[in-house]
């Protein structure tokens, strides 16, 4: 499972903005020692309360989550999305990469 807040949910309502967080639930295509690579179908997907999905942009520093034990017993987090492109995959990097401080080592 991975989220993030995309383009055609967000609002501006004066000085107030909603951002609404939305959720994906998908395989992952591809583990490399520096990636995850998640390749969701947006062409296929509608957002809750939206009728499109013509700005999905807006994941970067999501967070990837895998499901431990099946049916889900828990979560654990594996990653954060650094990257987003339409016509290619959602990438994510390692959440062992990011130190406590929000650098990377």
Request: glycine share 12%; no cysteine.
């Amino acid at each position: 499972m991975y989220g993030g807040f995309p383009g055609t949910r967000r609002q501006e309502k004066g000085s107030v903005a909603e951002l609404p967080f939305q959720w994906v639930a998908g395989r992952i295509s591809d583990v490399t020692d520096q990636n995850i690579i998640l390749e969701p179908r947006f062409e296929s997907m509608q957002w809750q309360g939206s009728e499109t999905n013509a700005d999905p942009g807006g994941w970067s520093g999501g967070p990837v989550f895998r499901s431990v034990d099946a049916p889900i017993e828990r979560l654990e987090l594996i990653g954060f999305i650094y990257e987003f492109s339409l016509q290619e995959a959602v990438l994510a990097r390692h959440a062992d990469v990011v130190l406590a401080d929000g650098n990377l080592r």
